[in-house]
């Protein structure tokens, strides 16, 4: 490895494919006015697509229409918070644009919360009004008092579907848990019936790049989770970056899947935004379980799929995916999560697709670095390098500052169009999180002499045992690679002696069975003798956050209930 090489030297620029442009020339225009251009130019295109039902660009952009004179019938205004706590249905994309639409700032929550968290959120933001799903109804109105929320908008699966689905859903919902009765209470609405009395008139607001859009909370899976504020410039210079790294999609032509959730940053901004700013048709998959994304894929032939890494292993230890024809898809996108080298040999060699890994942050909306999609060399293992505009350095992990030569590893730094303008009502931990505008990512990284970026792990979890620095992915690539291993996870106990000792998490495939003994003689060679793992737990799954990130502060405070 060399030395002398800079990060001011952006060596990846050399490493861009043909057409994909260094710095963009970034056309100031909001994400509602995408919306009205793709409804303009491809107006009969299918823009999304529900369990077979579909809606066109036009009836996409008249049905946002409609829900802003809503929203506006009920005193939303420029700067005021709602809030949407949906899966992946058609009033998910229909509130978010119309909240934009107005000038109001979006609030994505995840529906998998506890009425903890949710309550903590709603509160932070200071929602006014919350867009859910009948079968949360009944908790949020018994939420509802402890927050600053107004109104309550309900939609229901079963809104949009086509026949004859929509004639046999009233019939099996509630059996099902698909569908669920909401009580009578105050300013609690249905979504078609307040669809159906919406005034003529379509509010617009006068929308400025530095204004807000959305809180896009934080996972929470270091602490307490943070309104990240994105602005409009965020928002749409994120997916004019996608359409420079991808030169080779053109507008209209292509078909999305959206099995990452909209309520995170991930899925809003690959999945929906970029969609819906290319004029492409989206899926959209409420429940992305192995199952239902096989018979996705293998029914309405999508183009491009950004997935994470549990969807691959999930789809991979699925009977049916030696059934399902997969070649449509041209494009296969894996961020959110270090995705296993073993899987990814395992996935291109069962499905002929490529995966390009990237990676990205909530508060970096989120997309910073991405492997070239064609023509251009992509590294296995590697999150590839940084997307036009995005500068970044590796820095010493005690000082913040230093940069450190290629090939040793630090903080990973970013900077770029894309990063947030702050955490809401959080200055202390905004001044903290960026400095000079370089955001601190917490994420130990190396930079090789191409300028591909490799994540070791996260700050926060790395382990330190007898003095020496032990990154758990190190640990966990071993584990990926024994036959009976499913899934594996490495974190750091407490050890009396060596300060932390590694135990691993695993999931075995179905029908294995293993010892803790077999194991650790497995990485005996594998690794040095300081990172063997001295415990192991054999768990039947593994707590994760919607995206499939390992929820790693759970396991610890586990082992600490278990210490104290």
């Not at 402890?146 to 109104?151: L, P, V, Y």
């Not at 036959?483 to 999931?507: D, M, N, W, Y």
Request: charged share 25%; aromatic share 10%.
């Amino acid at each position: 490895m060399t030395t002398d090489l800079t990060y001011a030297d952006i060596p990846w620029s050399a490493q861009y494919e043909e057409g994909v442009p260094q710095n963009i020339d970034y056309e100031e225009t909001c994400l509602p006015d995408f919306l009205e251009r793709s409804a303009r130019d491809f107006p009969d295109n299918m823009a999304l697509l529900f369990q077979g039902y579909r809606m066109s660009y036009r009836e996409l952009k008249e049905m946002v229409d409609r829900f802003a004179a809503v929203l506006n019938g009920f005193g939303i205004q420029k700067g005021d918070s709602v809030a949407i706590l949906l899966p992946n249905v058609i009033p998910c994309v229909v509130a978010y644009y119309a909240i934009l639409k107005i000038g109001g700032i979006a609030v994505m929550n995840n529906p998998l919360y506890s009425d903890r968290e949710l309550e903590h959120q709603f509160n932070d933001s200071g929602a006014k009004l919350l867009i859910t799903l009948d079968l949360l109804g009944n908790r949020m109105i018994d939420l509802r008092p402890k927050t600053n929320i107004k109104e309550i908008i309900y939609t229901s699966i079963g809104d949009y579907l086509p026949f004859p689905k929509n004639l046999l859903f009233p019939l099996v919902a509630k059996k099902k848990q698909l569908a669920a009765d909401v009580k009578a209470a105050e300013k609690v609405f249905k979504w078609k019936a307040v669809l159906a009395t919406a005034g003529t008139g379509i509010p617009t607001a006068d929308l400025s790049f530095d204004d807000t859009a959305m809180y896009q909370y934080t996972g929470g899976t270091t602490g307490v989770s943070k309104g990240v504020m994105l602005t409009h410039a965020n928002l749409s210079k994120q997916v004019q970056q996608l359409q420079g790294w991808f030169p080779t999609f053109n507008r209209g032509e292509e078909i999305m899947l959206s099995a990452l959730p909209f309520f995170h940053v991930f899925g809003l901004s690959v999945a929906m935004n970029f969609s819906i700013f290319m004029g492409w048709g989206d899926i959209l998959v409420p429940k992305p379980q192995p199952e239902q994304l096989l018979e996705t894929i293998g029914k309405f032939k999508p183009t491009f799929a950004p997935l994470v890494p549990t969807m691959y292993i999930g789809m991979l230890s699925h009977p049916d995916i030696h059934n399902v024809d997969m070649t449509s898809i041209k494009g296969c996108f894996s961020g959110s999560a270090p995705l296993p080298i073993e899987v990814i040999k395992d996935f291109e060699e069962k499905t002929g697709a490529i995966i390009v890994e990237g990676f990205g942050m909530t508060e970096s909306t989120p997309v910073t670095h991405v492997n070239p999609f064609a023509g251009g060399k992509r590294k296995v293992g590697s999150i590839g390098i940084p997307i036009s505009d995005t500068l970044c350095r590796v820095v010493d992990i005690e000082d913040g500052e230093t940069d450190m030569p290629v090939g040793e590893t630090g903080e990973l730094l970013i900077k770029g169009p894309q990063v947030m303008k702050g955490y809401w009502g959080r200055p202390e931990a905004t001044a903290e999180t960026i400095t000079d505008g370089w955001l601190h990512t917490g994420d130990i990284a190396k930079m090789d002499d191409d300028g591909y970026f490799y994540i070791v792990d996260r700050m926060k979890d790395m382990i330190i045992s007898g003095g020496y620095n032990v990154y758990p992915r190190d640990i966990e690539e071993v584990f990926f690679e024994h036959p009976k291993v499913l899934e594996a996870t490495a974190i750091g106990v407490p050890h009396p002696k060596r300060g932390e000792q590694v135990k691993v998490f695993v999931v075995l495939n179905e029908g294995e069975t293993a010892t803790q003994e077999e194991l650790v003689e497995y990485c005996k060679g594998k690794l040095a003798t300081y990172k063997l793992p001295t415990m192991i737990e054999f768990r039947d799954e593994l707590p994760k956050t919607n995206v499939g990130k390992v929820l790693k502060k759970d396991l610890r405070a586990e082992e600490l209930a278990k210490e104290g």
